[in-house]
């Protein structure tokens, strides 16, 4: 192509001029459209949504409605059935009586001052004095405070149009003052539709795959859509062949090959770690951002999950028939839970290789967590492992020698689901008649959490072998009783009976020993030689009594 002084890019080119241009926005042109009709106009409005939507065109063209203005026509109108008056200098921002304002380089109450103190004058040559204000959440609280009262009540021939990204940084005070619009992202089916209109009307032949990859890369904005498709355009002029291929996409923009990432995903989910990591060296030598396969997998994992609950998932154009099959395969072979775990294991691992001084050692790392990952088994699947097993040796030869019957065991049911414990053969000998020896067990064991639940919070009303009636007192752990449940089951094998009663028990082994310890602090300060210390230092106290042997005890007296 012969070098031109006055080439446009796509993203401008293609900007449209009209409602009528406007693609994936149907439901604001209807509101807005009835609203012309029936003359209905807003003092404010307020444009919403993420870059490239179509924001500031928007507000373009929405200014254009309301000055448009031709020797036949004088009235707001979104017809616009030729050229107005004003109209093209509006789309090319240079309008006198359409002043746009970026809010990122214009914060301050002083420029919303200039704007209140330009309210004052009518408009030059159009209909309304049309201001748009972009990215306004950009502006100070001042800022906002000020411009409060007039986008509330500003002068008759007077406009506002907000954009923003960042719509939940607006005030409330100021959104209720507007009419919103929220503008939303373009679907891949329409932004593939669109796109290749635009490549026609340049006289590029673009492969579908390619024009799919730009979709999905462009994430629902038309200007990244267009900005890719125009260096995409550049980088493959080259050619001799006006074509433009999925590989120069791809290539470009470090992206890997649909079809590579599903073995990708397909090794993972198998465990099989050595061909995921070769596969995954494989792409980066071609030149994939090893951050980027790792999204391409999240996000194909959303899809996979996707799949399971919405039919239509599958409907997607930028999937081949053997695609679509294979990702059928997978929605229905992994459950909810794998697939969860994968994209939490990937999502942290993103964000991983971002970081990373080298990020292709980042990504392997994250391979290999996600496919020592997808061999674990769910707590279900564990859980029904475990019980198998668990009638198994119950019903195994040695287990009737020691004259455990073949029917099954039961387990204790403290919730939802069983509570499985893992025993030996000792535990047959234990014999606990007391509420002592049950603590001496505990100690034995090493077991500190009981030890120390059962010193702080059981209030004992009645203890036998195998049946305990008690109450609870203090702060106990949630789970007490099927703490006690497990370990009681678990050190002598059989069911205990255990029964919280609201009565009122025995004290508290801690409370024992508070009651204890305070009565040797009382006789303590009764020694003599301690109660001549304390009345010398009246602020001192006694926190704490050591017994010493009756040597001892005599030499310090």
Known sequence: MPYTSNYLILARKYRPLSFDNLIGQEPMVLTLSNAFKTGRLAQAYMLTGVRGVGKTTTARILARALNYETPTIRRPTLNFSEFGIHCESILEGTHVDVIEMDAASHTGISDIREILASARYKPVSARYKIYIIDEVHMLSTAAF????????????????????????????????RCQRFDLRRIDTDELIKYLDRIAKREGIDVEQEALAMIARASDGSVRDALSILDQGIAYASGCSIRKLLSVDIRSMLGLADRSSIIDLFEHVMKGEIRKALNELKSQYDLGADPATVLSDLADFTHLITRLRYVESALDERSLSKEEKKRVQGFANQLTPRILDRAWQILLKGILEVESAPRPIAAADMVLVRLTHAADLPTPDELLKKISKNHDRLLSSPSMKEEGISNNKTPIPSLGERPQLVVRNDQAFNENIDSFYDLLKIAERKRDIRFKLMMRNNFSEISFENGKIEFSIVGDAPPDMLKIMHTKLYDWTGKLWEIRVSESKGHTTIKQREEIHSEKILKEAARNPVVSAILALFPESKIIDTRFCDEKKMSLAT
């Open 145 to 176: 405070n000020g411009l409060l009262k007039t986008l509330e009540e500003p002068p008759e021939r007077m406009r506002f149009i907000l954009a923003t990204t960042e719509i939940r940084k607006i005030p409330m005070t100021v959104l209720s």
